[in-house]
């Protein structure tokens, strides 16, 4: 099914098509997911079977999601994208309303308040966020660049700061720096001005200079997180603590060398790193498959996100272009930061790799963003005529 354009002043045709969704980004993903699930089985099978479980529990629990996120994916992937405008602000103070549900009920882990149970289910609603915030950026910056507006405050940015307050406070600042770099992205790919940027950068820097005035820690980030930065420029002298999982991933890396020591054979996690299946996950692959293997994923995400800024260009309105831009930054930043923390390049985050790490909310979310940005890869401009020649775009 197409329709055309005519452009009277400049003689030039364009061609608008509807085609099957991105074949590309199908393989990739898929790809990523198996990979996924082999590598969770083998972090996570010593550890259940040491405590006398399943040892496909977090495989099994990893598959569970992976059916919930395939049921979304192929649902996103039918319905027109342009719908997802009237349902922004909504889905938005959903999330808003799991947040504060976190505050109050949530299940702390590891010093966090991120999880929120019902019944058998764990969810994250920060991971929730990521889409909330690029629909609502994408609805609002698709009619223009102006960041001073007072519709635009009430119905994009009081919900973004509502949702960026909520999830500092948890804490998790990993995924604060990650929708505040998605916001950013998405308003200067859409036209905003540079002056308007670094202001709004100072307004961020003068807020965590007052948070650290009156907070009385350094960099208005918690004590924690301020010993994470702190030991990640001195890791030799906190290596039996606070540097200890980073230095045991570097060990992992280092031990599998190029080709890796086999599928199943990794020995960091089987006592040494405790976050073999979520966080640190990547150096299990590097252990075991080597740099061979580090590089695949790397690969397989360099492409997701060629394929992701293709679908962007290609896309024929302003809202389909923020939209798959947003969700292509937020997915690939998500999992190149993730690499950074595991091979010490940046202080660690509690942040996992997309489609990767375990963690069912995490899996869901991705895999619903790319069943928006396959129904974006639907409509696309095809080709566009001038008098004397035709050029692809």
């Known amino acids: 099914m197409s329709y055309q354009k005519y452009n009277n002043n400049n003689n030039i045709q364009q061609e608008i098509i509807t085609s099957s969704p991105d074949s590309g980004i199908q393989v990739v993903v898929m790809f990523l997911i198996v990979i996924g699930i082999m590598a969770i089985f083998s972090a996570s099978a ?82 929730f966020a990521k889409p909330a915030v690029v629909l609502l950026l994408a609805s609002v910056f698709s009619r223009d660049s102006k960041l001073i507006d007072q519709n635009k405050f009430m119905y994009a940015y009081l919900p973004i700061l509502v949702m960026i ?51 009385g820690i350094a960099a208005g980030v918690h004590g924690y997180q301020m010993n994470r930065i702190t030991a990640w420029l001195h890791p030799e002298e906190h290596a039996t603590d606070i540097s200890y999982n980073v230095i045991q991933s570097l060990v992992g890396f280092a031990s599998g060398g190029i080709w890796g020591v086999g599928f199943g054979a990794s020995k960091q996690k089987l006592a040494w790193l405790p976050e073999s299946h979520t966080d640190f996950i990547f150096s299990i692959i590097g252990e075991e498959l080597g740099f061979i293997g580090c590089l695949l994923v790397i690969c397989l995400f360099a492409t997701l996100m ?77 080709r566009i005529r001038t008098k004397n020649n035709v050029r692809y775009i």
């Open 165 to 215: 307050f909520l999830i500092y406070k948890q804490p998790n600042l990993s995924m604060v720096m990650l929708l505040l770099a998605t916001s950013g992205v998405i308003y200067g790919c859409a036209g905003g001005s540079f002056k308007n940027m670094s202001i709004a950068g100072l307004a961020g820097v003068v807020g965590i200079v007052l948070m650290k005035i009156k907070a």
């Open 46 to 127: 010593p550890k259940c079977i040491a405590s006398n479980s399943n040892p496909l529990h977090f495989v099994i629990q990893q598959i569970l999601g992976f059916i919930l996120g395939l049921a979304g994916m192929f649902y996103f992937m039918k319905k027109d994208y342009k719908e997802l405008k009237k349902y922004a602000l909504p889905f938005s103070l959903v999330v808003i309303g799991m947040l504060l549900c976190v505050q109050f009920t949530g299940d702390v882990i590891n010093g966090a308040k991120r999880w929120l149970s019902i019944g058998p289910l764990s969810i994250q609603p920060s991971e």
């Open 306 to 382: 060629r394929r992701g800024m293709a679908v962007c260009t290609r896309c024929p309105d302003m809202y389909g272009k923020l939209l798959a831009l947003g969700i292509t930054f937020s997915i690939c930043c998500q999992a190149f930061l993730n690499m950074a923390v595991t091979s010490s390049l940046v202080p660690a985050t509690g942040v996992p790799m997309p489609f990767i790490s375990y963690g069912g909310s995490s899996l869901v979310v991705s895999m619903w963003m790319i069943g928006i940005l396959l129904n974006i890869s639907k409509t696309k401009v095809k």
